[in-house]
């Protein structure tokens, strides 16, 4: 192995991976939902930000749309 590598030589690429890096956000949950979720995590061994991540996931790979039904005001 060298001491030294001259790197100087090397041609920027874009990060391959850079696409599928995670985003930091901030949500609010109701409490149940958090607790629902914290718990399935704790049965699979997971984090439970993971667990989400992994469901809303798998919503989308199924193209589920949220059907969202308001009670009429009379």
Same mark, same amino acid.
């Given at each position: 192995?060298?001491?030294? =590598?001259?790197? !100087?030589?090397?041609?920027?690429?874009?990060? #391959? @991976?850079? $696409?599928?890096?995670?985003?930091?956000?901030t949500?609010?949950?109701?409490?149940?939902?958090?607790? =629902?979720?914290? !718990?399935?995590?704790?049965?699979?061994?997971? #984090? @439970?930000? $993971?667990?989400?991540n992994?469901?809303?996931?798998?919503?989308?790979?199924?193209?589920?749309?949220?059907?969202?039904?308001?009670?009429?005001?009379?």
């Amino acid at each position: 192995m060298k001491a030294e =590598y001259d790197f !100087s030589k090397l041609k920027a690429r874009k990060n #391959p @991976y850079a $696409s599928k890096l995670k985003k930091p956000v901030t949500m609010r949950l109701s409490e149940d939902v958090l607790v =629902y979720f914290k !718990s399935m995590a704790d049965e699979a061994g997971v #984090p @439970y930000q $993971s667990l989400i991540n992994l469901y809303l996931r798998d919503c989308l790979a199924n193209k589920r749309k949220v059907q969202i039904h308001w009670p009429k005001l009379a």
